[in-house]
């Protein structure tokens, strides 16, 4: 549903990620992006501009922590505005006495009487008992089509025709609950091509008659633009408590979730995936905020980078580098800091774009050479790491026996040590040095 978006915004992130410190001018640029490709997924123009200059107002003069890149801190701003744009995780209430009324409200073909048999069977699997109510009597197929998927689901249907005026069917229908022995009462309502009159007052009756405890307004996502107008107007008349937002596993381009949750301040409690009866979902705004970023899960990555590495000790070792002072210690310590983000493999996969490098890198191999690589030098004694010349055969030997690895191995450690002094000299000199920041997390 967010590909569209997702895209985008890979794109900016990964311009992004090139660059050192970010200036005012880059956010502008950034944000121009993220406002496009919002504005592109039909997201409304007042809820885009709220967001950018919410991001914005973050981004600007940000202080540049320690252990993340500007552009990882760009990418975690656009993340978490994401999060409490789209709002807090809701639950259905069915707290206080039962029975317990649910009515489903929305436009035609929106799903509402899908959405009314997905939620009486999350229900009958949490231990409820609940009864539908076919209170679309416009649409004779409407009453029918609601006792099929009743049945699918084992669930009872109460209905009473078409000549009886749905507000009287929904009163019927709590008695009815009263009596017997549902909990939670789901009404499934007629719905309209556009919003009318005629339709809001049927509606308001139902709700004065019946005394809901949720009103669901059911949206297509598919709809964009036009959800916003759709969600108002309901909220006006019937006083929403929720959203169920349908058809998200279509090609929608995502925009309704984004703003009728920000225009009607109307939390979304559910996600329709899917035709059939099961594909019902709680609505969870961070896996929907980092999905329509794209951003894999590289912001799991940021957390971990934020926490896990000694960025003052990078630092020290860095410029120890450029000196040319950089010893086998040192690149020990390098290691283990990279060590502390996770196996390589999984840091690879964290990675947009890397993924596919894994299947190149056989990952455990990866993983191993590290250990390998610490356990050679650990062998050693502080001094051969300080100053590796004065290994000669026999000291190589005995740092071999303790290690476990071959005299070969320890030679071809060392080779690659005295080749990486080279290079890093050379980036001392002042060639190259932009080069540097990737290898030890963001020398500045
Ligand atoms: N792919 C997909 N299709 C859905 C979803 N929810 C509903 N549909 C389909 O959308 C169509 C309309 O669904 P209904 O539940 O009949 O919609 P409604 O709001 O009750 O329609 P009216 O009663 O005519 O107002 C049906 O073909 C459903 O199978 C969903 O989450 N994903
Ligand atoms: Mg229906």
Do not use: W, Y
């Not at 998927?149 to 019927?172: F, M, R, S, W």
């Not at 329509?292 to 003052?312: F, H, K, N, P, Y």
Request: aromatic content about 4%.
């Amino acid at each position: 549903m967010f590909e569209n978006l997702q895209d985008k915004l890979q794109g900016v992130f990964r311009r992004l990620s090139g660059r050192g410190r970010l200036g005012e001018a880059d956010v502008d640029a950034a944000l121009r992006e993220v406002r496009l490709a919002l504005l592109e997924a039909d997201v409304n123009f007042k809820v885009v501009k709220d967001f950018i200059g919410r991001v914005r107002e973050r981004a600007v003069g940000v202080e540049v922590t320690h252990s993340l890149t500007p552009a990882q801190q760009v990418i975690k701003i656009v993340n978490e505005e994401l999060i409490a744009t789209l709002g807090e995780p809701a639950r259905l209430d069915l707290d206080g006495p039962s029975p317990h009324v649910i009515m489903l409200v929305g436009l035609q073909g929106s799903g509402k009487t899908t959405a009314a048999s997905k939620l009486a069977l999350f229900l009958r699997k949490s231990n409820h008992r609940p009864l539908l109510v076919a209170a679309d009597t416009r649409r004779p197929a409407a009453i029918d089509q609601l006792q099929v998927l009743g049945k699918q689901i084992d669930v009872p249907v109460h209905a009473e025709g078409t000549n009886v005026p749905p507000p009287q069917i929904c009163a019927n229908a709590v008695k009815l609950a009263r009596q017997g022995a549902f909990d939670v009462i789901i009404l499934d309502t007629a719905g309209r091509l556009h919003v009318d009159d005629a339709l809001m007052d049927e509606l308001a009756q139902v709700k004065a008659k019946t005394d809901p405890q949720e009103v669901l307004l059911v949206a297509d996502a598919m709809t964009g633009q036009d959800a916003v107008r759709v969600a108002e107007a309901f909220h006006q008349r019937t006083g929403l408590t929720g959203l169920i937002l349908t058809k998200i596993d279509g090609d929608a381009r995502g925009g309704a979730a984004i703003s009728i949750r920000a225009v009607t301040g109307v939390p979304i409690k559910f996600l329709g995936t899917g035709e059939k009866t099961g594909d019902l979902e709680r609505f969870h705004p961070d896996r929907m905020a980092s999905r329509i970023l794209g951003m894999g899960d590289i912001l799991t990555l940021i957390e971990r980078a934020e926490s896990a590495v000694d960025q003052e000790k990078a630092q020290r070792a860095g410029e120890r580098l450029l000196a040319g002072e950089f010893n086998l210690e040192d690149f020990r310590d390098q290691l283990g800091e990279v060590k502390k983000l996770g196996p390589l493999s999984q840091l690879l996969e964290m990675i947009p774009g890397m993924g596919s490098l894994k299947q190149d890198l056989s990952p455990d191999v990866t993983d191993q050479q590290l250990k390998r690589i610490e356990a050679i030098i650990n062998s050693m004694t502080p001094l051969e790491r300080r100053n590796p010349k004065v290994l000669n055969g026999s000291r190589k030997r005995r740092v071999a026996r303790g290690s476990g690895a071959s005299v070969q191995e320890v030679n071809q450690l060392l080779g690659q040590f005295r080749q990486m002094q080279r290079m890093m000299k050379q980036f001392g000199d002042g060639k190259g040095r932009r080069g540097l920041p990737n290898i030890f997390g963001g020398l500045r």
